[in-house]
C-alpha cells in the first residue's frame, strides 16, 4: 500500500457518458501529479498540481479533460463525452517536493469505454 | 523524437544472470533520472534514482548516468525469477516523463 488511494479502481462506461475520478494523495504532499497508460507504453503526463493550484495541463489532453484539487487536498480527473480511445489506466501520484522526491503512485483506475 | 526512449526488448535472462536496460534522452538539461518497476495490472514503483554521472549501486541494482552522452541505464545482478517486470525509466524536468518500458523475464 503506497498510501496514494485512487476510487474507483475499475470503471466500465459507454461512450458519450462523463465519468469521475478521484485520488486521495499521501496527506503532507504538496503536488500531486495525473498519469495515463495504455497497455505497453509507460504513464503519459495529463495534469499536475501544486497544492490546489493547476500548473500544466499536456497539450494532448482534449477539453472534455479537466481536473481539480480544491483546498490542495483530494483531486478529481473528469471525463466528459468519453471515447472509446479514453480506456486507459489513469494513475495519480503525489510528492512532497520539500523533502523528498520520491513519487508515490497509486493503484489507478482502470477505465474501459464501450 | 520522444523525450525518453528505452530499448525495446522483450529481454529474457537466465536467472542468475545480468540484466541491462538502457535509455536515452532528449532534454540535455535534465538533472535527475530514475528507474521504475512495474509489475503486470499493478502501478509503477521506485527502485532507483541518479543525478550525478557515474554509477550508483543499490543492493543487486546499479544505475549508470552520462549526461555528455544523454543515456542512463540500469543493470540487475544475479537476476531472480522476481525481477520479472517492466522496468520504466523516467527523467525529472518538474514532471517525469516516462519511456515506454522495457519488459524483462528471468527464466527459472
Known amino acids: 500500500d503506497t498510501g496514494v488511494s485512487q476510487n474507483p479502481r475499475h470503471k466500465i462506461t459507454k461512450r458519450g457518458q462523463n465519468v469521475t475520478f478521484r485520488c486521495d494523495p499521501i496527506s503532507e504532499h504538496n503536488r500531486l501529479y495525473w498519469y495515463r497508460q495504455t497497455l505497453g507504453q509507460g504513464p503519459e503526463f495529463l495534469t499536475y498540481?501544486?497544492?490546489?493550484?493547476?500548473?500544466?495541463k499536456s497539450r494532448l489532453l482534449s477539453d472534455r479533460f479537466s481536473a481539480e484539487r480544491p483546498k490542495g487536498s483530494f483531486s478529481t480527473l473528469e471525463i466528459q463525452r468519453t471515447e472509446q480511445g479514453d480506456s486507459a489506466m489513469y494513475l495519480c501520484?503525489?510528492?512532497?517536493?520539500?523533502?523528498?522526491?520520491?513519487?508515490?503512485f497509486g493503484s489507478g483506475t482502470q477505465l474501459s469505454v464501450l | 523524437q520522444k523525450e525518453v526512449e528505452q530499448n525495446s526488448g522483450p529481454l529474457s535472462v537466465p536467472e542468475g544472470a545480468i540484466a541491462s536496460l538502457n535509455c536515452t534522452y532528449s532534454d540535455r538539461g535534465s538533472q535527475s533520472f530514475f528507474w521504475y518497476r512495474q509489475y503486470s495490472g499493478k502501478s509503477p514503483e521506485l527502485i532507483m534514482f541518479?543525478?550525478?554521472?557515474g554509477d550508483k549501486e543499490d543492493g543487486r541494482f546499479t544505475a549508470q548516468l552520462n549526461k555528455a552522452s544523454q543515456y542512463v541505464s540500469l543493470l540487475i545482478r544475479d537476476s531472480q525469477p522476481s525481477d520479472s517486470a517492466t522496468y520504466l525509466c523516467?527523467?525529472?524536468?518538474?514532471?517525469?516523463?516516462f519511456g515506454a518500458g522495457t519488459t524483462v523475464t528471468v527464466r527459472a
Open positions: 501520484a503525489s510528492i512532497q517536493t520539500a523533502t523528498n522526491e520520491k513519487l508515490f
Open positions: 541518479i543525478y550525478s554521472n
Open positions: 523516467a527523467v525529472n524536468d518538474y514532471k517525469l516523463s
Open positions: 498540481f501544486q497544492n490546489e493550484a493547476q500548473l500544466e
